[in-house]
């Protein structure tokens, strides 16, 4: 026996029913999957994110939660986009490496990791650098367990009209969040945190009319977040490359609601 409890790498433990899903076979090309499975997934995490789903989609990405965060920042911010990441921890210090990966133009405003990040600073970076286009934050900086105040910095990043990214990874389905209430446009998440599924996917809850305008702008074929969004809508659930069917298949629908209720 390891001397520490038996988690996935969520770090969460998965159902019995969870579990069960596996035992049968599913392909990457089956409507049961794809229009039964695939489409009610991306449905149901949109509602669980926003009290205006009309106004918002989700994209399901192959890979762990980086890929997502990846997928994101080089779909949503173009050459000419200036990124400011707030970072109190590692997954923040992580958003910073995959921009200077991509060449985003960016500036990682630190905080102490035993601190949240503070509104206030990010104001005051915002009133001096109108050059800044996005905003990216992590939630909950699942290294120290530190939960953001992602309502206070909504307020600030919405004020000052710049597009807002949130890494909600490890709050996600756990921590209610309305994106619409508070004006975020890029939520990332995964399979395998709160929505307590095993690991092999990600996803980004996307402003649908901000996502629209991001066709061209991925400098990674795979990780192109538009083009995986637009054959998702187009092939009612088909993924583009081969979709890691058994863990969306185990993606436990009910719990989708947990954090709402
Ligand atoms: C888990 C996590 C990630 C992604 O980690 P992966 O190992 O790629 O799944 C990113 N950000 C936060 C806040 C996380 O908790």
Redesign the pocket.
Known sequence: MRPYLLLT?GPLTTSETVKEAMMSDWCTWDEDYNVGIVEKIRKELVTLATSRPEDYTAVLMQG????C?ESTLGTAIRPTDHLLIAANGA?GN?MGVIATYYGIQHHVLKFEETQPVDPKAIDTYLNEHPEVTHVSV?H???TTGVLNPLAAVAEVVKRHGKTFIV?A??SFGGVPIDMAALGIDFLIS?A??CIQGV?GF?FVIARRSLLEQCKGVARSLSLDLYDQWDTMEKGHGKWRFTSPTHVVQCCPNKKLTFGLN
């Open positions: 790498p762990s939660g980086t890929f965060v997954y992580r992590i909950c900086e699942t890494d990874m490890s995964s395998n945190k690991p990600g």
